[in-house]
């Protein structure tokens, strides 16, 4: 079964404004990372956080990390109409030695120009 | 330096029929991944490997789907007499190796269609 959920399903904002897309997951991880998916495109990795960080940021994004309540949340600041894309959290269990990752169903974001 | 190719890029293929997908890592990665993605949803895992081994394979359909990540060539995700319900994009990640840390580079995907 799907390990990450993002919430919202979908967001609209208009440009400039900030963009908050939140992943909670169900077992322990090694690490946690973004992906931006442009419509019909592969993915492109945005950022990873590992189980011993809180925080990261990587030019406008800022992710968090709560191991505790297992969620996460990324913030793009000053969105811009290129922002305009899915973005899916990816998780990594990193059990029975694999190394494959658990995506979350994605967030839809919209930035309006 | 190359990103990950995946060919082809679209395939269209009838029910019944085979289809292969292709999939060339980054210049120096080992490992390779194939992801399956349905229309508005995310990635589902199918398969690990490394050269000439398959090392997680839990995601794998049991029937009709195989992979292979041979010594030399390409990483092949094999599907026997497809039906409707295998239309899909299908991904490939590779990554380095081992390690604490495990980033993935993804593939432009191939895009199958069964008529």
């Known amino acids: 079964s799907q390990q990450g959920e993002e919430d919202p399903q979908a967001l609209s904002i208009q440009e400039g404004e900030n963009a908050t897309m939140n992943c909670s997951y169900k077992?322990?991880?090694?690490?946690l990372q973004w992906y931006r998916q442009n419509s019909g495109r592969g993915l492109v990795h945005l950022i990873l956080?590992?189980?011993?960080?809180r925080e990261k940021h990587s030019g406008r994004l800022r992710v968090t990390l709560d191991t505790s309540k297992k969620s996460s949340s990324l913030l793009i600041t000053a969105s811009r109409a290129a922002d305009t894309a899915s973005y899916f959290c990816?998780?990594?269990?990193?059990?029975?030695?694999?190394?494959?990752?658990?995506f979350g169903s994605g967030t839809r974001l919209l930035v309006r120009p | 330096n190359a990103g990950v190719m995946q060919n082809p890029r679209h395939l269209v293929r009838r029910r019944g029929q085979e289809a292969r997908l292709r999939c060339s890592p980054m210049?120096?990665?080992?490992?390779v991944y194939w992801y399956r993605q349905l229309p508005e949803e995310g990635l589902k895992f199918m398969v690990y490997?490394?050269?000439?081994?398959?090392?997680?394979e839990s995601g794998m359909p049991k029937e009709r789907f195989s992979a292979e990540f041979p010594k030399e060539g390409p990483s092949i995700l094999r599907i026997q007499q497809v039906v409707r319900g295998d239309s899909a994009a299908y991904f490939c990640?590779?990554?380095?190796?081992?390690?604490?840390?495990?980033?993935?580079?993804f593939g432009p995907g191939t895009r199958l269609t069964v008529t």
């Open positions: 490997l490394q050269k000439e081994n398959i090392i997680d």
């Open positions: 077992t322990s991880i090694n690490n």
């Open positions: 956080i590992r189980s011993n960080e």
């Open positions: 990640a590779s990554s380095p190796g081992q390690g604490a840390v495990n980033e993935q580079y």
């Open positions: 990816a998780t990594d269990p990193r059990m029975d030695s694999s190394y494959k990752l658990i």
């Open positions: 210049k120096g990665h080992s490992h």
